[in-house]
């Protein structure tokens, strides 16, 4: 298993919000999460790295004495510490009031990826045989498209597009969906924030994983292209091959 990842300030954001942790808990297990920080709201880089910093260091506390708990168990008792951690410390001051982020974090164990999302930052699957999006976007677009009011196409220019239903943070309790993969080797996981993938498209990331260079100069080459188009967000992604 080999790993990369990248976060950049892009070109117009004063300060980066994303946050970006990898962390290998043992031999075989990779843990990798991505946060958005919410950008219209103050302090986002703080709810960001304060929920990675958190997620992370749960996990690597309770996957050393984890007993009867499934993994997806274990994932979801993270996030939740993550979330009453970002809401209590947006308690504190009014400096904090509002803050929240996204969460989108994955758990590698060999061939079986455990994934846990909450926002809009994106787990992809990717190999010979295309490019799969793994978790779902938890913001209006997309409710908008399950409802059929709005088309995957039309989404990407929609004016809202930015706008999340659910965030680590913002509220007492959060919900968070799970998801299970199974990747083979020479297969990748991608993670990444809704700076890269609102201005790259699925296709174009397909094509620079699978053929624009060798893998660990992969996030470079994607944070560029996003660069390139003028970057209006944070970039933020990271890169597993197994």
Not at 55 to 84: H, P
Not at 172 to 200: H, M, P
Not at 223 to 235: F, K, L, S, T
């Amino acid at each position: 298993m080999r790993f990369w990842g990248l976060s950049d300030l892009g070109c117009v954001r004063k300060q980066n919000e994303d946050a970006l942790h990898i962390e290998q808990l043992n031999k075989n297990t990779l843990l990798c999460v991505v946060c958005d920080g919410m950008g219209g709201a103050r302090s986002g880089n703080v709810a960001s790295s304060l929920a990675a910093d958190t997620f992370t260091q749960e996990m690597k506390r309770i996957w050393k004495g984890r007993r009867k708990n499934t993994v997806e168990q274990l994932l979801f008792g993270a996030v939740n510490l993550a979330n009453d951690t970002v809401y209590q410390q947006s308690k504190v001051s009014e400096e904090y009031t509002g803050m929240g982020t996204t969460l989108v974090a994955a758990l590698v164990r060999g061939k079986a990826v455990n994934i846990v999302n909450v926002g809009d930052s994106r787990a992809y699957s990717i190999s010979a045989e295309g490019i799969h999006q793994i978790t779902v976007d938890h913001s209006v677009v997309q409710m908008m498209i399950q409802r059929g009011e709005l088309s995957a196409d039309r989404a990407k220019r929609y004016p809202g597009k930015n706008y999340i239903t659910r965030a680590i943070g913002t509220e007492e309790t959060v919900t968070c969906d799970g998801f299970i993969a199974q990747l083979q080797k020479g297969e990748y996981l991608l993670l990444c924030s809704d700076g890269l993938t609102n201005v790259v498209s699925d296709q174009e990331i397909l094509f620079e994983v699978l053929h624009g260079g060798t893998p660990d100069t992969c996030c470079a080459r994607l944070i560029e292209i996003a660069r390139h188009r003028g970057a209006p967000d944070n970039v933020t992604c990271a890169l597993i091959m197994l």
